[in-house]
């Protein structure tokens, strides 16, 4: 970017894709309608994207199903895949500040969060799924004399891929990357709050090479067009990463239709636990703010319930609320803004929601305010209650924004039981010098990542994904390719 140009400067000479993509050609939706794309921090409208419905859906998957069955991607050689996702990664990172700004202007998170993070993710993971296409091996089992038992990873098909509005190219990326990679069409529904990346994701897929068809794109609702895929009886597969609420109607419209799996990234309660061991209290208290306030608390992972050791538990409270005060919100665009605006109005009026109730039943010890900054109020200071317990709606409930549930416990075995009573079991922190006390830990704590020391451990060398009612399936490394591929035998004898 231009040095003298601030991100707003930059804005007004942006321009949005906002057609749908089906089957290699930009088109409106089949009834003509529309719907608004909104900055957040704003409330101006930054665009009228074409709002697809269930004739698009049909559409999308006959165009997706065609080029499957013609080979044109499905059968052609790893090696080609590969190169072609290559160029995608290498695409994102040339068009790194226009996505980023279009992703801060869609979300109302801070540029600096999609420039450094968001958009430079979405890349890595295109090119770590193409690098591995021709490194992945099939089996041979030990079948005796005589036999050859071959096992292999055939395509599903038509993959459907349903993303939220918190990293809107980043979790489209964690979906297609695998799912193009093992040789499937896919059909992208962006969430309506943030399509702007997607439908340039799509370009870009064109450019880098990408066959028509392979790669569809459908802005709109999730009651409409979002259940026409999850009930599509040519889908053969649906990835969703959103609420274990609208998880759960893709399993009802999965019985309800073919059968298809329906892979689930869902809700997250995360506990944070800070023991007395832990000799580094100041590095646990930035976490914990890093872990409850980046990206406004709008992460499915964040650290929403702090657990602390009672005999350190108001020393690092006070150290909360000090950091507190670094992370008000404020303009995305700043560089300097460390919170932005929440995504849109029910959001915000959701998160107010349960301020009020932990008004009710907690002590707030910080934050719990709704700010106006450039004419919105959809900014929401950071938010701590002291004197929670696990009932509390509070600690059960996912808020999805920038509100801490602090409690504390006297020992080992009742953090573990506080940090389990929970139906989610996504991510947790511990923070412990204690080596064998981390190890108990990592047997006992009930989550798909557990992070010691640090805080929201991931990368596509691990898997990611959740027990109970956070979900089904994993997204990032390796076994992302078991939701994308089928196993099939094939015993020949000799």
């Not at 959103?242 to 998880?247: C, H, I, P």
């Not at 999965?254 to 689930?264: D, F, R, V, Y």
């Not at 008004?359 to 004197?387: H, Y």
């Not at 080992?412 to 009573?421: H, L, T």
């Amino acid at each position: 970017m231009n040095k003298h140009l601030t991100w707003h400067d930059r804005a007004k000479g942006l321009t949005f894709q906002t057609k749908a993509f089906i089957g290699g050609k930009l088109v409106d939706a089949a009834s003509g309608k529309t719907f608004d794309s909104v900055n957040p921090a704003t409330n101006a409208r930054l665009a009228a994207v074409a709002e697809c419905d269930v004739e698009d859906a049909n559409r999308a998957v006959a165009a997706a199903r065609r080029a499957f069955d013609s080979g044109v991607w499905s059968r052609c050689a790893p090696g080609e895949r590969k190169a072609v996702l290559l160029r995608l990664a290498d695409l994102i990172r040339a068009n790194l500040e226009d996505l980023a700004l279009m992703e801060s202007l869609d979300t109302g998170k801070p540029i600096t969060n999609a420039l450094t993070a968001d958009i430079p993710l979405s890349a890595d993971t295109i090119q770590w799924f193409a690098e591995a296409i021709d490194k992945v091996y099939d089996e041979i089992a030990p079948a005796g004399p005589g036999n050859l038992a071959l096992i292999k990873r055939d395509a599903l098909g038509v993959v459907a891929c349903v993303v939220p509005w918190n990293y809107p190219l980043m979790m489209a990326c964690w979906k297609i990357a695998p799912a193009l990679a093992a040789g499937n069409s896919v059909v992208l529904k962006p969430a309506e709050q943030s399509p702007l990346t997607a439908l340039r994701l799509a370009e870009l897929a064109a450019e880098a090479g990408l066959p028509e068809g392979v790669l569809n794109v459908l802005p709109g609702y999730g009651e409409t067009v979002g259940q026409a895929l999850g009930r599509h009886m040519d889908v053969d597969c649906l990835a969703f990463t959103g609420s274990t609420e609208v998880g759960k109607y893709f399993l009802k419209y999965s019985a309800e239709s073919n059968m298809k799996p329906a892979w689930l990234e869902c809700g997250g309660k995360s506990p944070n636990l800070i023991f007395a061991d832990c000799d580094d209290l100041e590095a646990a208290a930035d976490a914990a703010a890093f872990g409850i306030w980046y990206d406004q608390g709008e992460v499915c992972t964040a650290n929403s319930r702090l657990l602390v050791e009672e005999s350190i538990k108001d020393r690092f409270v006070d150290l909360l609320k000090a950091r507190a005060q670094n992370w008000q919100p404020g303009d995305p665009l700043n560089p300097a803004t460390p919170m932005g605006a929440i995504v849109e109005a029910r959001q915000t009026d959701r998160i107010l929601s349960y301020i009020e109730k932990g008004k009710a039943s907690a002590r707030l010890v910080a934050g719990g305010e709704q700010k106006t900054i450039g004419g919105s109020s959809n900014f929401v200071t950071p938010t701590i209650f002291d004197g929670v317990s696990n009932d509390m709606t509070i600690a059960q409930e996912e808020i999805f924004g920038p509100v801490l549930s602090v409690m504390t416990f006297k020992t080992e075995e009742e953090a573990v039981r506080i940090a389990n009573s929970s139906i989610y079991g996504l991510a947790a922190s511990v923070w412990s010098n204690n080596l064998k006390r981390v190890m108990r830990l990592s047997d006992s704590i009930h989550v798909g990542t557990l992070s010691v020391n640090c805080m929201d451990a991931a990368g596509n060398i691990v898997p990611f994904g959740g027990f109970k009612q956070s979900g089904i399936g994993r997204d990032q490394s390796l076994h992302a390719f078991d939701k994308y591929t089928n196993l099939k035998t094939v015993w020949i004898k000799f």
